[in-house]
């Protein structure tokens, strides 16, 4: 079932998400090549973002920032200020979705799912080993984490590309989340 909006389907408006105009005119061949960047999945996670907004205006919505990205003054300071969870997705969407029903001529309204969380990583990124079930030990933590926040009620996923990630939103928007991914951990 594809989850996308029909507005946001075509190549070219993912392209304008993605990339950016400046970003398109280089890949036009109408402005300059610039520096090899390596921001890859930072320009992932701004882009999704950006889709967010535009789609979802009302919608509020978190960006976890790396302790490795703080400086050392704020390493230590998030230390005194967070518990030991440091293992966050990038991307924590703040709105739960409910479930509306009559019993016995009452509205009823159930919790389904708290919050969605999204782990951005680099595009062509393999989350596992050769055997292509156990996860590769640099992301053993943040799943441990992923397995908690799905004991929560709250979806958690790995995500490498915006598509999936456009997916994994509007999927849970409606109710209904993807699977949950399952590694092994050694």
Same mark, same amino acid.
Do not use: C, D, V, Y
């Given at each position: 079932m594809d989850y996308t909006p029909p507005h946001l389907r075509s190549q070219e408006e993912k392209d304008l *998400? *993605?990339?950016?105009? #400046?970003? *398109? #005119?280089?890949?036009?061949?109408? @402005? #300059?090549?610039? @520096?090899?960047? #390596?921001? &890859? &999945?930072a320009d992932l996670h701004l882009a999704f973002c950006k889709w967010v907004k535009i789609t979802y205006p009302n919608d509020q919505f978190i960006r976890h920032e790396r302790e490795g990205k703080r400086s050392w003054y704020m390493q230590n300071l998030f230390k005194m200020y967070n518990s030991d969870l440091d293992k966050m997705p990038d991307f924590e969407l703040l709105e739960p979705v409910y479930e509306m029903m009559h019993i016995d001529g009452i509205m009823v309204v159930k919790l389904l799912y708290c919050r969605l969380y999204i782990e951005f990583k680099k595009p062509q990124t393999t989350l596992t080993l050769k055997d292509g079930i156990t996860i590769k030990p640099e992301y053993s933590e943040q799943y441990k984490r992923h397995k908690r926040f799905w004991e929560q009620n709250s979806p958690a996923y790995f995500c490498n590309n915006i598509d999936d990630a456009i997916a994994i939103f509007n999927a849970y928007k409606v109710g209904r989340p993807l699977p949950q991914q399952l590694f092994e951990i050694r």
């Open positions: *998400l *993605l990339f950016g105009k #400046k970003n *398109l #005119k280089i890949m036009n061949g109408t @402005a #300059k090549l610039p @520096a090899k960047r #390596k921001h &890859e &999945e």
